[in-house]
Nanobody, 116 residues
Framework: QVQLVESGGGLVQAGGSLRLSCAASGHTFSMVTMGWFRQAPGKERETVAGINVSAGVTYYADSVKGRFTISRDNAKNTVYLQMSSLKPEDTAVYIC?????????WGQGTQVTVSS
């Protein structure tokens, strides 16, 4: 089992920045990929970004490319999501996930609210 705990959410004005953290514990050796998802009220969950834990290869949703950066600190078993130039449409609960072939483990999420 892997436990994931997110932090760093909050309220920010449009154009501002936030950095989210996702700390993993437990059987972290089983993780291959970690990622961030988000879910806004009344909308389906969507992929934001992902990273291969060992190789560092990343991918991003088109809506966040150039504004968000995912990174990892393997020594701390932590993945970060640096969010810049935030827009009101980025408002959502941001959820961290991890897994091997699929995302098997999910955090509880952290709220990000961007005011206009």
């Amino acid at each position: 089992q892997v436990q994931l705990v997110e932090s760093g959410g909050g309220l920010v004005q449009a154009g501002g920045s936030l950095r989210l953290s996702c700390a993993a514990s437990g059987h972290t050796f089983s993780m291959v990929t970690m990622g961030w998802f988000r879910q806004a009220p009344g909308k389906e969950r969507e992929t934001v970004a992902g990273i291969n834990v060992s190789a560092g290869v990343t991918y991003y949703a088109d809506s966040v490319k150039g504004r968000f950066t995912i990174s990892r600190d393997n020594a701390k078993n932590t993945v970060y999501l640096q969010m810049s130039s935030l827009k009101p449409e980025d408002t959502a609960v941001y959820i961290c996930a991890a897994g091997k072939l699929t995302y098997d483990y999910w955090g509880q999420g952290t709220q990000v609210t961007v005011s206009s």
